[in-house]
């Protein structure tokens, strides 16, 4: 990814910072710009999301790109925010550990490096709450 | 609007075909499909090739311009050449714009291709390469595989309706048996329930035997209007249906995980527009990417209730002799899964059966229906071909 590809979504990445169109009153993470439902009707406005949820559906990755393969096993959700929208991140979390349901809240963790000298990139993970 | 028939087909053998390069394999199937068509290069309108990323495996673009090139129409005869993507769906779309050109009036002998050539890079660029189906920004950073993405969605079917890791391993089981009775298949070995639970996991719950391949290969066919078939071919096969469908680019923002609405809409869709019921249709290959991704498919499309699907595959419904055959060509989990070619495969697959010469596979088939799913869904194309 380049720099400037990583560093645009920092807010969003770093702080959970989506969008919420005021008309319909829809929150949007990962941030929409135009509203689905409203669309040219909508207002979009910045959202600072709780960063609280719960799982949904994980799985536990074994295999991935090479990005990730030092990470491996990592355990993988959609993560469905108290506003709402659902996510994919990943769990801090033993394997063995990880259900249904669970109650989960953000922290900000390293996700990936790329390459030996390339930028690392940072982001939300979620743990046990 | 005029009728539309498939008038020739031709595919490679698929597997790690190391010998073989891109333009190798995508000559060799328009070749075959040119002949079994009885025409002549010249006589092409139009060419549409479904290529998923010849820019990361290979490291080339400009794929239309490419194949007319390397199929001898470019510098002869200047034919339009368009490449047509949709990830894993660009095959089955690449074959609907051939349709929708034919169907148009616009042109009247047009061939649509597929071809991917992917075991020029290593696993992990090819892991990470494919993840480009699904949200890059939003699944992808988070460290989302693709074997991932469904493994997600099987663990929220498994919650739901109770499906067993054994129901699940038939899948693989049945479509390995039907990859061992077609000569064009990557593997051409049965396995066991056991194989399937030994082999090593690769996203919980999915396992090695649960995913389709990295598979080197390429399919043509041609169409034609209806009225002119009998010109080319004693048995062309009518296109009763072409459907698309798009949802969400993400998983997370489905509004059910272990549903593919695009498949529900575009099989509605396709069943609609060719006036046919469910009972009404032989046999179907269905996008099995993953195992879970045919039970959906098989549910998705009205065959069964939500749930069922893990039953009816358990009790031999979808298998060769069933009452609804599903991927008699082995589908992508044993025919190999060539990205871009793999909607075309599947045309092939049903044009074969319809004219009665699936050798060992065969089953009586007047109505076929073809699903191809580009990554987790976002794009759906069903096509529905029946005898003329």
């Known amino acids: ?129 | 609007m005029r009728d539309v028939a498939v008038i020739g087909v031709g595919c490679t053998t698929f597997g790690e075909k190391w010998g073989a390069s891109f333009r190798d394999l995508f000559v060799e199937a328009g070749a075959l499909a040119l002949d079994d068509a009885g025409l002549a290069g010249e006589q092409i309108d139009a060419l549409y090739v479904g290529n998923m990323s010849a820019g990361r495996f290979i490291g080339q673009e400009h794929i239309g311009a490419l194949i007319a090139d390397y199929a001898g129409l470019a510098a002869s005869h200047h034919i339009p050449s368009t490449r047509v993507e949709a990830a894993c769906a660009s095959g089955g779309l690449a074959f609907r714009q051939a349709v929708i050109d034919v169907m148009s009036g616009m042109e009247d002998i047009v061939v649509a291709a597929g071809v991917e050539k992917m075991t020029d890079v290593g696993t992990g660029t090819s892991v990470d390469t494919l993840t480009g189906a699904a949200d890059r920004e939003w699944e992808g950073f988070a460290g989302a595989t693709f074997p991932g993405l469904y493994a997600m969605m099987a663990t929220d079917y498994i919650n739901r309706y109770g499906l067993t890791r054994e129901q699940l391993a038939q899948v693989a089981v049945k479509n390995h048996y039907n990859g061992a009775r077609n000569p064009i298949a990557q593997f051409q070995q049965e396995i066991t329930v056991e194989t399937v639970m030994k082999s090593s996991l690769v996203a919980d719950p999915l396992r090695l035997f649960d995913c389709s391949p990295i598979t080197d290969g390429a399919a043509a066919v041609v169409v034609a209007p209806l009225e002119r078939a009998r010109e080319f071919t004693d048995c062309p096969v009518r296109v009763l249906a072409s459907a698309q469908a798009s949802d969400t680019i993400a998983l997370h923002d489905r509004r059910d995980i272990s549903t593919l609405d695009a498949t529900v809409e575009a099989g509605r869709r396709a069943l609609g527009q060719a006036r046919l019921q469910h009972r009404d249709i032989d046999i179907v290959e269905v996008h099995d990417c993953f195992t879970i991704a045919e039970l959906c498919a098989i549910e998705d499309l009205g065959f069964c209730a939500k749930g069922e699907a893990g039953r009816v595959t358990e009790e031999g419904i979808t298998a060769i002799g069933g009452r609804l055959p599903v991927n008699t060509s082995g589908g992508l989990k044993a025919c190999g899964h060539p990205v871009g070619a793999t909607g075309i495969k599947q045309i092939y697959e049903i044009v074969q059966q319809i004219r009665g010469e699936a050798g060992k596979r065969q089953v009586d088939t007047k109505i076929g229906m073809a699903h191809n799913v580009g990554g987790t869904g976002a794009t759906v194309v069903v096509h529905i071909l029946g005898a003329y």
């Open chain 1, 1 to 129: 990814m380049s720099v400037a590809g990583f560093w645009r979504k920092i807010p969003q990445r770093y702080n959970l910072v989506g969008t919420r169109c005021e008309r319909c009153g829809q929150f949007f993470f990962p941030p929409r710009t135009f509203c689905p439902h409203c669309r040219r009707e909508g207002t979009i406005v910045e959202h600072h999301f709780k960063g609280t949820g719960k799982v949904i559906s994980y799985t536990v990755i074994r295999s991935a790109s090479d990005q990730f393969e030092f990470t491996t096993p990592y355990v993988l959700a959609i993560v469905e925010l108290d506003e709402g929208p659902r996510m994919t991140a990943q769990i801090a979390i033993p394997p063995d550990d990880i259900k249904i349901g669970m109650p989960v809240k953000r922290v900000f963790r390293r996700i990936a490096t790329d390459g030996e000298s390339g930028i690392i990139h940072y982001g939300t993970k979620f743990v046990a709450r």
